[in-house]
């Protein structure tokens, strides 16, 4: 809808301004963006359960996103197997108005993508997406939203951005079928291998645009026993943009033949871990009843609950840097 504004109306004025801001209102309280099961597009949810369509076509839609002032909206357009089509990021106004697409085919320098599974909009210049390369390995990368331009990529998964959007964060990338024992975790930020120690130490820098890339960790064996093999939970960035807390499950792995890989576990323990861009990481047990499956929330840049159901601990780096339980 469209209001004229005539100078020297005060009235008409007013009534266009509470138009607009009540517009405005309307969409930055719309509860969500789905695709629709039955047309594959994108619907607007809103509080009171109306839906309206947003987009329409041959093409399927995915991984809708919200700009960060809510005005915009961008999603991943893919034609339907086994249709062939160019992959592109498609940005729409509120109304459903196409007003940029991004080619996703492959370049000189950059191998494109098929299939995007998330979309975030990073400021009023980057778009990030995350793009699926098979079922250990994505691509992470940020595109300029004026000139379409791929600025930056990073392989690996879980990423995770600062509450900035200033650094990321993210798990390294391991081969695909790799056995049990090269699935060991390692975390990344900006290119840059933080945790475990070991995996700083083995780190190598890749050619091109990906930042460091970790081959296989070297874990130790001994007489058939690998010992120190990481596994993460998700990662929860510190108010301060420069850390991130986790929870590091490590064990020791020996084959058992014909049984399941998880069978061949021994000595499990686990890890409150906090690592980042400014300090050698620090870590310490967790309580007995928690699991990975707890959750870390930040209280101030060195403080910090652990939540295990209905229960909580608190935590504190002191500041020497190193991580305690707080009494």
């Given at each position: 809808m469209i209001y004229r504004r005539h100078t020297g109306n005060a009235k008409l004025c007013g009534l266009f301004l509470f138009l607009t801001l009540l517009a405005l209102s309307c969409f930055a309280s719309?509860?969500?963006?789905?695709?629709?099961?039955?047309?594959?597009?994108?619907?607007?949810?809103?509080?009171?359960?109306?839906?309206?369509?947003?987009?329409?076509?041959?093409?399927?839609?995915?991984?809708?996103?919200?700009?960060?002032?809510?005005?915009l909206i961008a999603f991943f357009r893919y034609c339907p197997a086994p249709v062939q089509c160019t992959p592109r990021i498609v940005v729409i106004d509120q109304g459903g108005n196409v007003l940029k697409e991004f080619s996703l085919n492959a370049t000189s320098d950059w191998e494109g993508c098929n299939s995007v599974t998330n979309i975030d909009f990073?400021?009023?210049?980057?778009?990030?997406?995350?793009?699926?390369?098979?079922?250990?390995?994505?691509?992470?990368?940020?595109?300029?939203?004026?000139?379409?331009?791929?600025?930056?990529?990073?392989?690996?998964?879980a990423f995770t951005w600062?509450?900035?959007?200033?650094?990321?964060?993210?798990?390294?990338?391991?081969?695909?079928?790799?056995?049990?024992?090269?699935?060991?975790?390692?975390?990344?930020?900006?290119?840059?291998?933080?945790?475990?120690?070991?995996?700083?130490?083995?780190?190598?820098?890749?050619?091109?645009?990906?930042?460091?890339?970790?081959?296989m960790h070297s874990i130790e064996e001994s007489s058939g026993l690998y010992r120190n093999i990481h596994e993460f939970s998700q990662f929860f960035w510190a108010p301060d943009n420069r850390k991130v807390a986790l929870i590091d499950r490590i064990y020791d792995w020996k084959e058992v033949k014909n049984q399941p890989e998880n069978i061949g576990e021994?000595?499990?323990?686990?890890?409150?871990?906090?690592?980042?861009?400014?300090a050698e990481s620090t870590t310490l047990p967790m309580l007995?009843?928690?699991?990975?499956?707890?959750?870390?929330?930040?209280?101030?840049?060195n403080e910090l609950d652990l939540l295990c159901g209905a229960e909580s601990a608190r935590y504190v780096i002191n500041k020497a840097g190193i991580l305690e339980k707080s009494p």
């Open positions: 719309a509860q969500s963006l789905e695709i629709s099961s039955e047309d594959q597009q994108v619907w607007l949810i809103w509080p009171d359960g109306r839906c309206e369509q947003l987009t329409s076509g041959p093409q399927n839609a995915g991984a809708p996103a919200w700009s960060v002032d809510h005005q990073l400021d009023s210049k980057r778009i990030g997406f995350d793009c699926h390369i098979n079922p250990s390995l994505g691509e992470y990368t940020t595109m300029d939203f004026g000139t379409g331009q791929m600025l930056q990529h990073w392989l690996g998964f600062s509450p900035d959007k200033s650094h990321l964060a993210y798990h390294g990338w391991i081969p695909h079928f790799s056995p049990p024992y090269g699935h060991s975790s390692y975390l990344q930020i900006d290119g840059r291998t933080v945790y475990p120690p070991d995996a700083i130490a083995g780190a190598s820098i890749s050619e091109g645009q990906h930042g460091a890339k970790l081959e021994r000595n499990v323990r686990r890890f409150i871990v906090i690592a980042g861009l400014d007995k009843r928690c699991n990975a499956q707890s959750k870390i929330e930040w209280r101030s840049d």
